[in-house]
């Protein structure tokens, strides 16, 4: 039993943070007393050890920048505390520098601004598609779930016909415990299958690459000195980062802007998009946790973590940190300086950021440019997921421009 830090003069309650249904519902009032009492905390799993849970911004921003104490290299998700890591120093995400580099490297040239910004039109003919038909009664979930397709085929190849196939199995990736998605033999059995058909797509995705190369990121992985497995759990890396949390940005801030009577401030001044997509990001944060390893024994806000610790920081909650953000529950497209942390920090900092900004400011630009209001039609319904938070049903009237 890990002892509580000293100097708090209130221990909190005690806070489950590996438990979904906390964070199918709201999770910043946890985070919020954890921030103030208790900012590196230690979270028991049963049959599993445990946890560091760490909430304030400053430690979050240390763990994910100091890969010498705090290694990715057993497991980024909390789906894998208490289990080997099986693409350890093969996947960019499952490793440390100088190997990271080494597999990354040649990928981030690709996905640099400049690099993606001649993906544009494309992106920006894809959303128009998108939106398109909705008027009326529409849920803006189902309006918003092929977002990723804006970006996926152009940089992977990936036939916008496969797309509701891949939504399924990513869902059962990242939020298997989620009823809507969860298995008969419940969220190891769903973790599992969901893994194994995206394995398999992607596979077959890399052979037909062999067979037909495309000048895309698929080609550039398959060009590299990897096996087999290891090119497909890259291109599983890239898949998932780019396409889990995406969708859920827009949703969370256009439910923001309806609770608040805000959209059409939004919708008016087009000259701060920058500002607001980043806003965008802070406020949704939805890839809400990664992992790191203790290396040695450390100190980490003053509590003592032993080496082999599993340590977990939560991005949500370092995005409304109130040290750091003035107002952090307030969605502020004015809001400067915004060092958020959704795409994370330091080396592992989201290879797909530029495209991902790209895409959402295209979204945003083109959800102004074609509706004039939207109001709400029925409850929200969150995901039940522990690491991506998200909305998974919104159903809303659309009034057109």
């Not at 980043?278 to 203790?294: D, I, K, N, Q, T």
Request: aromatic letters at 8%; one cysteine or more.
């Amino acid at each position: 039993m890990r002892t509580p830090p000293c100097g708090h003069t209130r221990p909190p309650d005690r806070i489950d943070l590996a438990d979904p249904d906390l964070h199918g519902g709201d999770p910043h009032a946890a985070w919020r007393t954890l921030r103030r009492w208790d900012p590196v905390s230690w979270q028991p799993v049963p049959d599993r050890s445990g946890f560091w849970a760490v909430t304030r911004h400053l430690d979050v921003r240390t763990v994910l920048a100091d890969h010498a104490r705090f290694t990715s290299t057993g497991g980024v998700v909390l789906s894998m505390l208490g289990r080997p890591e099986p693409a350890q120093n093969q996947q960019f995400a499952a490793s440390d520098p100088p190997r990271h580099g080494l597999i990354r490297g040649p990928l981030q040239q690709q996905m640099t601004a400049r690099a993606v910004a001649r993906h544009e039109p494309a992106i920006r003919s894809f959303v128009r598609e998108l939106l398109g038909p909705a008027d009326g009664l529409v849920d803006f979930v189902s309006l918003t779930s092929a977002l990723p397709m804006a970006f996926l085929g152009p940089l992977m190849g990936i036939p916008a016909a496969d797309w509701p196939d891949l939504a399924r199995w990513v869902s059962m990736s990242v939020a298997e415990q989620d009823p809507d998605v969860m298995l008969p033999g419940g969220p190891s059995a769903t973790l599992d299958r969901g893994h194994r058909e995206l394995f398999a797509y992607l596979l077959d995705l890399v052979l037909s690459h062999r067979r037909r190369p495309r000048g895309d990121l698929v080609d550039l992985l398959g060009a590299m000195p990897l096996r087999a497995g290891a090119i497909v759990a890259n291109c599983y890396s890239v898949l998932l980062g780019g396409s889990a949390a995406l969708p859920h940005v827009p949703r969370a801030v256009l439910a923001e802007l309806i609770r608040t009577g805000r959209y059409e401030d939004w919708a008016r001044r087009p000259e701060r998009i920058g500002r607001a997509v980043e806003e965008a990001l802070r406020f949704s944060s939805p890839a809400g946790h990664f992992m790191r390893l203790a290396t040695s024994d450390t100190t980490l806000g003053g509590v003592h973590v032993a080496a082999g610790d599993a340590v977990v920081v939560w991005l949500g909650s370092a995005n409304r940190d109130e040290s750091v953000f003035r107002d952090p529950d307030t969605l502020d497209p004015d809001r400067h300086p915004n060092r958020h942390l959704a795409f994370g920090e330091g080396r592992h900092y989201c290879l797909g950021a530029a495209v991902a900004r790209l895409t959402l400011r295209v979204f945003f630009e083109e959800l102004f440019a074609t509706f004039a209001s939207f109001e709400p039609a029925a409850e929200i319904e969150r995901v039940r997921s522990n690491w991506l938070g998200g909305i998974k049903r919104m159903p809303i009237l659309a009034g057109r421009r």
